[in-house]
C-alpha cells in the first residue's frame, strides 16, 4: 500500500533526520494500513510555552469514519513525537476493536 504521510513544522526547520524518524515511528501505526487514508502530522516549537510542554507533536490519522487526533507535548521534540504515536496506536487499536 502507498502510504500518504504528511509532515509539517510550525516554528521550527523540518530536516531530513526530523523527517525520517517520523516516517519510521508512523510504521507502528500501518498495522492498521487497509484502513488508514492518510496520516498528517504537525511538529511545533512553542517558544513561549512552559519549558516542560515547549515542543508539540499532533497527528490527525484520516480513516474511514471519524478520523483520530491526538497530540502530546513535553521539553524534548522526539519525545513528544514517541509519546504522539504511543496514543494514536492506543487509538487506533481501540476504534478497531468496538
Known sequence: MDKDIIISGVHLELTDALKQIVLEK??????HEGRIIRIRFELEH????????????????????????ASAASNDLYK?????????DRQLGEHFRK
Not at 513528544?80 to 494514536?88: N, Y
Open 80 to 88: 513528544s513525537i514517541d509519546l504522539l504515536i504511543q496514543k494514536l
Open 26 to 31: 508512523s510504521e507502528k501505526l500501518f498495522r
Open 46 to 69: 512553542a517558544h513561549t510555552k512552559d519549558p516542560e510542554t515547549e515542543f508539540i507533536a499532533k497527528g490527525h490519522i484520516e480513516i474511514q469514519g471519524p478520523d483520530i487526533i
